[in-house]
């Protein structure tokens, strides 16, 4: 399974971005994708998650406070893909963005993943 990033930028405060992360190779399941991001000096954090429910209407997302109301996860469940849409960007948003994602290849285990990680800069 490969996860390849891209969207990442310079952008000034308030600006958007919007990232998007595509999943390949053998995928029986997507149970979660998500994104985290490590700042300059900082620990890495998640910001957004989208999990897989048993049904469609099961499927939940949740966000880091900092970024509620600002960033929207959503999926492309056809093309395995996630996006991150970031508005009213801040220069604290600045960081390396990793795409995360738990995906089964069988019906008895699941694995995470990690793509490459795209640079988010925002100017003040």
């Known amino acids: 399974v490969q996860l390849q990033a891209s969207g990442g930028g310079v952008v000034r405060a308030g600006g958007s971005l919007r990232l998007s992360c595509a999943a390949s190779?053998?995928?029986?399941?997507?149970?979660?994708m998500g994104w985290y991001r490590r700042a300059p000096g900082k620990q890495r954090e998640l910001v957004a998650v989208?999990?897989?429910?048993?049904?469609?209407?099961?499927?939940?997302?949740n966000y880091a406070d900092s970024v509620k109301g600002r960033f929207t996860i959503s999926r492309d469940y056809a093309k395995n893909t996630v996006y991150l849409q970031m508005n009213s960007l801040k220069p604290e948003d600045t960081a390396v963005y990793y795409c995360?994602?738990?995906?089964?290849?069988?019906?008895?285990?699941?694995?995470?993943?990690w793509g490459q990680g795209t640079q988010v800069t925002v100017s003040s």
């Open positions: 995360n994602a738990q995906i089964s290849d069988s019906p008895w285990d699941s694995s995470h993943y």
């Open positions: 190779g053998s995928i029986l399941r997507i149970n979660a």
């Open positions: 989208a999990t897989t429910g048993t049904m469609l209407s099961d499927d939940s997302t």
